[in-house]
């Protein structure tokens, strides 16, 4: 019998406590969820034609070559310049997508080009998107007419549906044109933006509600060095000008590897902080402390040359929150969104530890705080919550009065279970938490075995009614990684997994959707015996009201092998008698979703009745339990 005093709160629930980590690992972002279909648009990948291959046929002919300006233009230095050299036949290029280009019948899609004619050139593009068996599934000309650089576009029809088509570009007409930003988009988009986000890999976002939205990672935002560190400034404005550098997540994981993964930042900081804004979700962007990824070159700037890099947290301030009076807030303005963004956290430092993070951790927070003293900033602990470095810096940043710090743990199932109340005891006055990446392993970190299974599921599940009891110190909590391209992954577990055309959530995907869409509002007691249940018999649970809905709501996970007669004996408000339960279970642990099957382990609604004050259910083995009680 568990006793729940409905009428005593014990802490609020914050409106961030259940967010997204977004980082571009696993193609989450180009290849993902940024539609671009084309690889290596602007050639600046360190082989600028990879992904690219030249066509000859029926007599045709000609070449290509790749143009460096790096003088000009530093962030966008190659073009490709092309000689046709006959008006027999064809010459082409082809571009092969990311793992192929996911195509869909009857979308449209829009062909953009920058060119320029050379001399009295007037050379055509005719474009063709090959399907299976290299059929023709879509076409369109184009014919850029000026001598000076300028963007072309065209929008045509796909006649298939198609996951692995790819893109031709036949040259007719002698001549040459020289070719930048060879670009392809699905008109369908999130919202429907030009040159936008893939819709059904953001409305997974949106259909999480998520507290915050935290980007751009991860070990990107640190960069294996400096120079290949994340830059904001450099994401924003033209897609032109953004420079392109190659993925931390490039070939780093032998075992998948990925030589081909660059960030092109069509995903920059504008349309992270308008996806956040768009699901409702608190930004929270990570920055560069001056100090590269400690896994990689472990490069630190000196302490006389981080000014530029507190500069740019600064000025991401400014940017986000500041008005059309300011340098900042006009190009947000100018970008065409001139309302705030509404900024209240900022991250300094992703996984770093030692001695030099906290030196240049102090300087970042001291100089953010003498201009911004609202704005809370997000510290980074490492990855180890078992180590010596967690600790240390754990002591230091409460010692140093820090307002959030960002744990991670990427840990077997038991651990979660072990770790159920792990914050029972934290500090209430000291520093917040956030939960910043957390994901059970079945067979051990960083493998590439790891499956998102049931087994690791409900052991999240377990764990997260520790969080959320928690709500007093826990203020924010995200599973990482997010999203992984069926084809081209570094990292597994990951929370949506997808291929060109389609994506599902895993069970664990369902296990943070659930937590995030009942929280509630505020924690109230449900104990076992005047004990918090984290671990009897293993069961976990927590509660909550909704003062928005006026409604109770038990979350309840039975991580057990047998069944459980639940008794909730409910002091309080009256409830109504017809009780709503939404249960995720399976009763084997390795079960999966898939592309094939991708609601195999997923929410099926149920109601029980409420006999006075008594709630009596049978929770079945392996299972997560949202109940949710209605005030008479
Ligand atoms: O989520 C994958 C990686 O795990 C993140 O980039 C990093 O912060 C952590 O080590």
Not at 516 to 527: A, Q
Request: aromatic content about 12%; some cysteine; charged content about 25%.
């Amino acid at each position: 019998t568990y006793n729940i005093q409905a009428d005593k709160i014990i802490t609020p629930i914050p409106s961030t406590m259940y967010g997204i980590f977004f980082e571009d690992i696993n193609l989450a972002a180009d290849g993902g969820v940024y539609a671009e279909l084309v690889k290596n648009r602007s050639f600046e990948f360190n082989m600028p034609l990879a992904a690219w291959t030249e066509h000859k046929k029926d007599g045709g002919d000609g070449r290509i070559e790749v143009i460096n300006r790096s003088a000009e233009r530093p962030e966008n230095p190659h073009y490709i310049k092309t000689y046709v050299n006959t008006d027999a036949g064809s010459f082409g290029i082809s571009n092969e997508g990311f793992r192929g280009m996911g195509i869909k019948e009857g979308e449209d899609y829009t062909f953009s080009v920058i060119a320029k004619q050379e001399g009295d050139a007037n050379v055509k593009l005719n474009i063709e998107l090959h399907g299976d068996n290299d059929a023709i599934i879509g076409k369109a000309e184009l014919l850029p007419t000026d001598k000076n650089w300028g963007r072309y576009s065209v929008k045509f029809k796909s006649t298939a549906t198609v996951k692995k088509a790819q893109l031709y570009v036949w040259l007719s007409g002698k001549g040459i044109i020289d070719l930048d930003m060879i670009s392809m988009f699905p008109e369908h988009t999130w919202k429907n933006r030009p040159a936008g986000l893939r819709a059904d890999l953001v409305q997974k976002l949106a259909d999480m509600k998520p507290g915050f939205l935290r980007f751009p990672g991860g070990c990107i935002v640190e960069g294996r060095d400096l120079n290949n560190r994340y830059q904001w400034k450099k994401t924003i404005g033209d897609i032109d000008k953004r420079e392109n550098i190659i993925n931390r997540w490039n070939t780093e994981f032998k075992h998948r590897p990925a030589p081909d993964y660059y960030q092109t930042f069509g995903l920059g900081f504008m349309e992270y902080f308008m996806t956040a804004e768009d699901i409702g979700a608190s930004p929270l962007p990570i920055l560069n402390c001056g100090m590269a990824c400690e896994f990689n070159t472990a490069e630190i700037v000196p302490m006389d040359q981080l000014d530029p890099y507190i500069q740019d947290a600064l000025d991401l301030i400014e940017f986000a929150n500041g008005d059309a009076t300011t340098k900042w807030g006009k190009l947000r303005t100018d970008l065409g969104h001139p309302g705030k963004f509404n900024l209240k956290m900022l991250g300094v430092g992703n996984e770093q530890w030692g001695e030099q993070y906290i030196e240049r951790w102090k300087v970042f927070t001291k100089t953010i705080k003498d201009k911004y003293p609202d704005i809370k900033i997000v510290s980074a602990l490492g990855p180890d919550p078992e180590g010596d470095k967690f600790d240390l810096l754990n002591k230091t940043f409460r010692s140093l009065n820090a307002d959030i710090l960002d744990e991670h743990y990427y840990r077997a199932p038991k651990w979660f279970l072990d770790n159920a109340r792990r914050y029972d005891n934290y500090d209430r006055k000291g520093p917040k938490i956030f939960a910043g990446e957390y994901a059970a392993q079945s067979v051990a970190t960083v493998s590439p075995d790891n499956k998102n299974n049931w087994t690791c599921a409900i052991a999240e599940a377990a764990f997260m009614t520790g969080l959320e009891r928690n709500a007093a110190v826990v203020k924010m909590a995200s599973y990482a990684p997010l999203f992984a391209h069926v084809d081209g992954w570094q990292w597994t577990p990951d929370l949506i997994w997808f291929d060109n055309l389609n994506s599902y959530g895993t069970p664990n995907y369902y296990v943070q959707q659930l937590f995030s869409l009942n929280k509630g509002t505020d924690v109230v007691p449900l104990t076992l015996n005047k004990e918090s249940v984290a671990g009897q018999d293993g069961c976990y649970a927590t509660a909550s009201l909704d003062k928005t809905t006026n409604e109770l709501i038990i979350k309840f996970v039975n991580s057990g092998a047998s069944a459980q007669i639940a008794s909730f004996n409910i002091s309080g408000a009256g409830y109504q008698k017809q009780v709503a339960v939404t249960t995720l279970r399976s009763d084997n642990g390795d079960a999966v979703n898939s592309l094939e099957n991708p609601t195999a382990v997923s929410p099926v609604q149920s109601t029980v009745s409420l006999s006075g004050k008594v709630l009596k259910m049978n929770i079945e083995p392996y299972s997560l339990k949202v109940i949710r009680l209605k005030t008479k």
